[in-house]
Nanobody
Framework: VQLQASGGGLVQPGGSLRLSCEAS????????MGWYRQAPGRQRELVAA???????NYADSVKGRFTISRDNAKNTLYLQMNSLKPEDTAVYFC???????WGQGTQVTVSS
């Protein structure tokens, strides 16, 4: 199982980014998937999750600003992030709801 997140970068407050996560292996289409983030000095937290059929759930801190989606044919997970705030700065990862290992994350920095 490999999970490769990409799409991060430096953006000004109020800006947008779209993250992608490509998954290898056949597990993707049978699992609830999520985006997690870890800010410096803080624990990793789940910010969004999506079921196989597309039902979504969000942390209160990102609700209304972030949108999670998935393309099961491409084994790819997405996170559209709008109205970004400095407190969204973190390394973002994708994984299942029961992660046993972590792939490479992508750094998101929101700063003016």
């Amino acid at each position: 199982v490999q999970l490769q997140a990409s799409g991060g970068g430096l953006v000004q407050p109020g800006g947008s980014l779209r993250l992608s996560c490509e998954a290898s292996g056949s597990f993707f289409n049978s699992r609830v998937m999520g985006w997690y983030r870890q800010a410096p000095g803080r624990q990793r937290e789940l910010v969004a999750a999506i079921t196989i059929r597309g039902s979504t759930n969000y942390a209160d801190s990102v609700k209304g600003r972030f949108t999670i989606s998935r393309d099961n044919a491409k084994n790819t997970l997405y996170l559209q992030m709008n109205s970004l705030k400095p407190e969204d700065t973190a390394v973002y990862f994708c994984n299942t709801m029961t992660p046993s290992a972590w792939g490479q994350g992508t750094q998101v920095t929101v700063s003016s």
